[in-house]
């Protein structure tokens, strides 16, 4: 297989997968430029031009809801676009996709790290999957009186993965159904989840996390978002687009993302620190847009 093959393939995979979250998408996405690159050594500057800027489009149009894909996608373009070396770029791609890979495990820690001083007690709700609230919740492990209500997350059920996940970590946690989530609220001390998104217009996650929040908000449960910050997008598209546009349907794994307003969590948690959402630095200045997606940002 060519590298353009391998990309295709691995750009598919990853557009199809409806069960993990950004943090983990994003390094399957950077792991998978990595090994084709790998793969194919004899491949030229212009197949390896061409390969990655079919790869990234591919990603953005199955995954455009995902921050990181952006992120990730706009500075492959822009790589691949600006690259004034061809004899390194390959060499630079594969820096590059350990580099992401590397920065993202460090973010967790860091906000690992600040979660814990930062959210009390002991019996939390979650809502989705998470890679990074799961880093957070194993961290928490020697807690006393640890317990994580875990909605399924339907369409798609990926809470009972991170439910899995959690026992495997051996951590006490309790798979309910999205409707039960208010029988079980009250006995919590937060709501805890993480992002595909962080865009001017608030929060993007899995549907049903914004009418679950109100109810804890309600109640004065405290709300956090944990995310990274390569989760921040400085335009509200394409991801409002994608989420707006999307029918539901229980198969399909569509319709499953919503906008929850920023205002409704009582921090989100960055590798910087917590953070008030309307404290959030999103410049539009700071970062340089490739052609391909200016177009979809409306640009």
């Keep these: 297989m060519s590298i353009s093959q391998?990309?295709?393939?691995?750009?598919?995979?990853?557009?199809?997968?409806?069960?993990?979250?950004?943090?983990h998408i994003l390094k399957i996405a950077a792991g998978s430029l990595?090994?084709?690159?790998?793969?194919?050594?004899?491949a030229t500057p212009l197949e390896i031009k061409g390969a990655v800027k079919e790869y990234a489009l591919r990603l953005i149009s199955g995954q455009r809801q995902m921050a990181t894909i952006l992120n990730f996608c706009n500075l492959l373009l822009i790589e691949v676009e600006e690259s004034k070396d061809?004899?390194?770029?390959?060499?630079?791609?594969?820096?590059?996709?350990?580099?992401?890979?590397?920065?993202?495990?460090?973010a967790m820690a860091k906000i690992a790290a600040h979660a814990e001083r930062t959210i009390e007690g002991g019996q939390f709700m979650t809502h989705s999957r998470s890679s990074t609230l799961l880093h957070f919740l194993i961290r928490l492990r020697g807690r006393a009186g640890i317990l994580v209500y875990v909605t399924q997350s339907r369409p798609g059920a990926e809470g009972r993965l991170l439910a899995g996940e959690l026992a495997v970590a051996g951590i006490p946690a309790v798979l309910i159904e999205d409707a039960e989530s208010m029988k079980y609220l009250p006995r919590t001390s937060a709501m805890l989840v993480g992002a595909d998104a962080v865009i001017p217009g608030g929060v993007v996650n899995k549907v049903g996390t914004h009418m679950m929040a109100l109810a804890a908000k309600e109640l004065g449960i405290p709300v956090y978002c944990l995310?990274?910050?390569?989760?921040?997008?400085?335009?509200?598209?394409?991801?409002?687009?994608?989420?707006?546009t999307e029918q539901s349907t229980p198969l399909s794994g569509s319709g499953m993302f919503e906008m929850?307003?920023?205002?409704?969590?009582?921090?989100?948690?960055?590798?910087?620190?917590?953070?008030?959402?309307?404290?959030?630095?999103?410049?539009?200045?700071?970062?340089k847009i490739a052609p391909e997606i200016r177009k979809l940002v409306g640009l």
């Design 34 to 42: 990595h090994t084709a690159l790998l793969k194919n050594p004899n």
């Design 227 to 244: 995310t990274e910050s390569t989760k921040i997008w400085p335009f509200d598209e394409p991801i409002i687009k994608s989420i707006s």
């Design 86 to 106: 061809e004899a390194a770029l390959g060499k630079n791609l594969r820096d590059y996709s350990l580099r992401v890979t590397r920065d993202s495990t460090e």
């Design 260 to 287: 929850i307003p920023g205002s409704v969590f009582d921090a989100i948690v960055l590798e910087s620190g917590p953070v008030a959402f309307d404290k959030i630095s999103i410049n539009r200045e700071d970062i």
């Design 6 to 23: 391998d990309l295709a393939t691995y750009a598919k995979t990853i557009s199809d997968d409806m069960e993990h979250g950004a943090s």
